[in-house]
Structure formats: C-alpha cells, structure tokens
C-alpha cells in the first residue's frame, strides 16, 4: 500500500492506495480561510498545512483501517505549486518515511492529475488523450503509458496565460460572487442565456494552445459598458456567456486535438479523459462528451487536488531509497517541461 500527501495548494490531502489503484481511504480536508481574501494566500496555506496534516494523515491511516508499519511506501507532491504549501508536504513525508526506514516516492502534481485515471474501479489504459483544466493548470496531452518520464506524456496544447479555473474566478469575482467562484458562477449561469453576449473564445490562438485573457478583459469592459443596473440585471446572461466562452475554448481545442490524431469511429485515438477542478463543471462535461464516444470523467473528488493520484501516480515512479531522500526539495513551477 501507499500512503501519499497532497499540499500543492490550499487543499491538505492523505490518502491510501493499494498496488493495483483500489481507493482505501482519500481524505481532504479544505481551508475555508482565502474567500476573505478573494484569493489563495501562500503563507496562510502553508500554517494551515503545518496544522491539519499530522490529523489528516491519521484520518486517512484509520479510514484505510492500516497503520505506517503496514505501509509499503510513501508518496508526496514534490510539485509544481505553492513552494511553502508543497515544503510542509515534503517535510512530513521525508519523517514518515525515514521513521520506518521506507522508500519516498516525489511525484509530479500534473502527473497525478492524469493518473487520476488509472485509479479503480474503472482505470483507463494508455493511450488515450487528456484535457487538465484546473485554478493552476491548463493543458492538452497525449498519455502514451502510465509514467512521467520523456515520451510517456506528450504535450499538446496549454494555456498562454490564465488557467481556465482562474478566468472561472477572475469572472465570478467581476460578477461579484466572491471565491472561491468556479461553483456560484455555473450555478448563476443555469439562469442565463449562454448567446447573450458574444465573449471571444481565443481563435486566433496559435496551434493547440488557449489564452483566457482577453476573455476575462471582454467581460471587464462589458459590466463596466452595461453600467452597473443593467450588470445586475443580467448578471445570469453574463455568467452563462463567460461560461460558453470558456467551455468553447476548450472544446474546440480538444475537437482539434482529436481531428489531428486522426482515426474513425471507434479507434483508440478518439479515447478522451479531462481532470482538474474544472473537470467538474456539468457544461463542459456534457460538450465534450459530444465529441467522443465514450468519455472518461474520473469522480468528482478526483477531480479537484487530492492525495489519490499522486498515490496513483507513485505506482509507475522509481522510488528513492531510504536516505536518498533525505535532501529531497520541493518545486514551485514544473521539474520537466512538458
């Protein structure tokens, strides 16, 4: 079994998975603190790791109904993310593993991301293609087997500048929803009209990649043209059309993706799967499910940061002996350019 820590961000995460992806336990415990904030603080993430995770992992041993002595090794996000969040991850995770004298497994956050896909009870096997659409990380890839070294994953497309969960928010707080926003602005949009108003969806983009940006400057200027009664008037219509904007970028360029990849009905180049928190907005599941066959949505809480994909991802990641770990550190931005 691994027992595997998540602190990449604001989310403190443990969780225990078997050798074959069987979930025994995949706890999360949220920090209800940065809404005040309208945003992510790194600093008081990081406190707020230093005190949840001893109680977190405990929860996540006693769920799984195990102990460390029944561990066989240990897993935790090396990076990308929040240098300090990711640094109390690391730390916990070097002193369980030397404790017990076991192996330490660094993974690569986006490579957990994807292999939140290989988990049971309804795995997908390589090769396939993967939208990762989250507050942090936007990108477009093709997973040509379960590891993370050169060739296995192959890049694609990715953002130019905001991540799609960042222009959900950015949008939410214009709207006045608050943070953190992906959520309430969906919710307001299921009263608007999603043509209501024309936001651009990155076109002129170049290859695969996406660029938000100017969507979230387009809904700027139109709250700011509408006046501020008529914005409140039709803030559902401004919801639903930053949505659509948002769920078409990303659409289009996965519909691109898969044209290129080439193949007929039915091939394996048409397998598509999408993860990050965003994977979860009903709207953009129910478009992409329109362009494949059979589309691969992991759960929910497999979806936003968690522990059980980096476990996932441990399972196909040479393990560092004990000590070789001992003067592992963490990384704020990718290790690997994808």
Not at 165 to 179: Q, V
Not at 284 to 302: F, I, M, N, S, T
């Amino acid at each position: 079994m691994i027992l595997a820590l998540e602190t990449s961000c604001d989310d403190t995460c443990a969780a225990v998975v078997t050798a074959d992806g069987v979930i025994r336990s995949n706890v999360i415990s949220s920090q209800g603190v940065h809404d005040r904030y309208g945003g992510v603080v790194p600093e008081v993430a990081s406190r707020h790791h230093l005190e949840l995770t001893g109680a977190v992992v405990e929860d996540a041993l006693a769920r799984a109904g195990t102990t460390l002595g029944e561990v066989d090794a240990i897993a935790v996000t090396q990076g990308p993310g929040l240098v300090g969040a990711l640094l109390v991850g690391v730390a916990t995770a070097k002193a369980l593993a030397a404790a017990y004298a076991l192996p330490l497994v660094p993974v690569d956050h986006l490579h957990g991301h994807v292999a939140a896909s290989f988990l049971a009870p309804d795995p997908l096997e390589p090769p396939f293609l993967i939208l990762i659409a989250s507050g942090g990380h936007t990108l477009l890839a093709r997973v040509n087997d379960h590891g993370w070294s050169e060739g296995s994953i192959e890049l694609l497309g990715r953002t130019l500048d905001d991540a799609a969960g960042e222009a959900f928010d950015k949008g939410a707080r214009l709207l006045g929803l608050g943070y953190p926003g992906g959520a309430a602005l969906e919710r307001l949009a299921r009263d608007g009209d999603p043509h209501a108003f024309a936001f651009p969806s990155g076109a002129k983009v170049p290859r695969l990649d996406v660029s938000f940006s100017g969507l979230k400057t387009a809904l700027l200027y139109k709250v700011r043209d509408l006046g501020e009664e008529e914005a409140d008037r039709r803030r559902a219509d401004l919801a639903a059309s930053f949505q659509h904007a948002i769920v078409e970028t990303l659409a289009r360029r996965v519909e691109q993706a898969l044209a290129r990849e080439g193949g007929g009905s039915g091939s394996r180049s048409e397998r598509l799967s999408i993860g990050g928190g965003v994977a979860a907005n009903g709207p953009l599941r129910e478009r992409l499910a329109q362009l494949v066959p059979d589309l691969h949505v992991p759960a929910r809480e497999l979806c936003t940061d968690n522990a059980a994909m980096i476990a996932s991802a441990a399972r196909y990641v040479a393990p560092l002996p004990f000590p070789s770990y001992l003067g592992l550190d963490a990384y704020a931005t990718g290790e690997r350019a994808l």
